[in-house]
């Protein structure tokens, strides 16, 4: 079965930091792309970044600087470490696969995504 499970969600004060985890299983996370995609309350859900199969990563201009991911091979899994954490990164994190190799496929949409965590809540306080 294939599965991906987001863990390390929280309450953080404004100006802290967070690091979310993705762990796959029943497929490879090396060598697909993961994404970290989020949505707020009555808000889309939104592109937050990506780190595709050649371990290139692309950010939302909303949280450049500020977010990276990253990969662990031997644990299959995927990291959001959030820093400098404001009001307004508040929602629901969710971490998604395009599995294998894929050519000339927008990360940045959900559509083409085929494997979705849960979620798991952040919630950044003043």
């Known amino acids: 079965q294939v599965q991906l499970v987001e863990s390390g969600g929280g309450l953080v004060q404004a100006g802290g930091s967070l690091r979310l985890a993705c762990a796959a299983s029943g497929r490879t996370a090396s060598r697909s792309t993961m994404g970290w995609f989020r949505q707020a309350p009555g808000k889309e859900r939104e592109f937050v970044g990506s780190?595709?199969?050649?371990?290139?990563?692309y950010y939302a201009d909303s949280v450049k600087g500020r977010f990276t991911i990253s990969r662990d091979n031997a644990k299959n899994t995927v990291y959001l470490q959030m820093n400098s954490l404001k009001l307004e990164d508040t929602a629901v994190y969710y971490c998604?696969?395009?599995?294998?190799?894929?050519?000339?496929?927008?990360?940045?949409?959900?559509?083409?995504?085929?494997?979705w965590g849960q979620g798991t809540q952040v919630t950044v306080s003043s």
């Open positions: 998604a696969a395009i599995w294998g190799i894929r050519y000339g496929t927008d990360y940045t949409s959900y559509a083409n995504y085929n494997t």
């Open positions: 780190i595709l199969w050649s371990d290139s990563a």
